[in-house]
């Protein structure tokens, strides 16, 4: 059995769909209060701070902190926390420790203001700075 709707019918069905498709909204939702708009930049990340202090750990290869801001007469001290052996070597030969085993330090005093690079020199990617201040 077929089922027929009248001609009329469907002749209005069309009409409010092509109707209801072919015209835009008037207007734009109002915005919800209290809701920002999103933004799509990254939020800024704040510049890392000098760490002061006289200590600098040597861990999973690396120098903790990398950069060290100490004051003039200040003594650094680093300590292997590896189990493989480290050595801290001054680039301009200022200071230079024997090879480090686990658990072993090496201490150095700054008399002079700069900045002071070093490397371990079994490990010459390990890299790191003393910046020692008046």
């Known amino acids: 059995m077929v089922r027929r709707f009248p001609a009329s019918a469907v002749a209005v069905a ?8 072919s015209h ?9 209060p209290d809701m920002a708009p999103m933004s799509t930049a990254a939020p800024a990340s704040p510049a890392p701070a000098p760490v ?20 003039r007469g200040d003594t650094v001290t680093w300590t292997n926390h590896d189990e493989e052996p480290h050595t ?15 658990n072993a330090t090496f201490s150095f005093t700054f008399t002079n203001p700069g900045s002071y690079d070093y490397i371990c020199s079994i490990h010459p990617v390990m890299r790191g700075t003393v910046v020692v201040t008046p």
């Open 14 to 21: 069309l009409v409010a769909t092509a109707t209801a498709c």
């Open 88 to 102: 801290v070597t001054a680039g301009d030969g200022s200071f230079r420790s024997p090879g480090m085993d686990a």
């Open 52 to 71: 002061v202090g006289t200590a600098v750990s040597i861990d999973n290869f690396a120098f903790t902190p990398a950069t060290l801001t100490v004051h």
């Open 24 to 32: 835009p909204p008037s207007a734009a939702p109002p915005p919800m």
